[in-house]
């Protein structure tokens, strides 16, 4: 948890001006396509580890496996949820009813979006019959869908976990943040709509006259961590995943009762 903390303390948006941009970045739709070359996984790593993500387990620690029918075909599935709330009510308004002695001993656990990565790279190595699935937040993902409606792709549905980037329309390029007290601007990926606009009128205010030309692009996040893997521009570095205002408050929240000597919690492992 660690990182957490650390991330607790450097996640103000920082700075009044707005005025640099790059260009744009990766093998996502609008940012480019750019010769693939992997980046070393210890970078996606960290880039990924500020961002909690939570996940039920039993008291050794051990995930919760639920198995359903799809097809006729039995199908085992962890989730894990951008939200906290979300992971809470899944517990309670689910489990609890379904077996409720089960659901007794259930925690809502913390880890990093790193974690799951991980989780979920080892998995295709073992050729692991579980699927790790990645549980959005519903409110953004209406966001999302209402934005690629409104962009002329009406009727279609937003298909996985959306991230919000403030950009500016002409050169496709987009708006950068120095975060804590460093000199060098990162390019935020927002886990709420809200968020990204907060940032734009921040920046209309500070540059009225670059209103017009600003807007916010919807991207998944696994298409993020697709071009983590493959970009070869030197800018993808730049990017940095902003959590939502509900994991900051839980980030911040853990710093009165961590010991700065603590070490990260290992990822359990999976039971059904």
Do not use: C, H, W
């Not at 308004?93 to 080892?122: G, H």
């Not at 990645?134 to 002329?152: D, F």
């Not at 521009?233 to 939502?244: A, E, F, G, Q």
């Amino acid at each position: 948890m660690k990182s957490f903390i650390r991330l607790g303390a450097t996640l103000g948006i920082a700075g009044s001006v707005f005025l640099t941009g790059l260009s744009g970045i990766g093998n996502l739709p609008g940012m480019g396509n750019l010769e693939a070359i992997a980046l070393p996984q210890d970078q996606i790593v960290k880039k990924l580890q500020e961002v909690p993500v939570f996940t039920l387990t039993n008291p050794k620690g051990e995930f919760v496996v639920l198995s359903r029918n799809n097809a006729s075909k039995p199908v085992s599935q962890v989730g894990f949820f951008i939200s906290k709330q979300d992971a809470q009510k899944f517990l309670d308004n689910r489990l609890k009813k379904e077996n409720p002695q089960l659901a007794s001993t259930l925690q809502v656990r913390p880890l990093s979006l790193a974690d799951y990565y991980k989780i979920v790279q080892e998995s295709k190595k073992k050729s692991d019959s579980v699927i790790y699935t990645l549980v959005p937040t519903q409110q953004q993902v209406a966001s999302a869908t209402s934005m690629l409606n409104q962009n002329g792709k009406k009727g279609q549905q937003f298909n996985g976990i959306p991230l919000f980037v403030p950009k500016f329309k002409k050169d496709n390029s987009y708006l950068t943040i120095p975060l804590a007290k460093g000199n060098e601007r990162y390019i935020p990926f927002f886990f709420e709509k809200e968020q990204a606009v907060a940032l734009l009128e921040e920046f209309k205010k500070a540059v009225p006259k670059e209103g017009a030309n600003t807007e916010i692009q919807v991207v998944d996040l696994y298409g993020v961590m697709e071009a983590l893997n493959s970009s070869s521009d030197p800018s993808i570095n730049k990017i940095v995943l902003y959590p939502s205002r509900e994991s900051i408050n839980f980030i911040r929240s853990l710093a009165p009762n961590q010991s700065p000597a603590a070490k990260p919690a290992a990822a359990p492992a999976p039971k059904k």
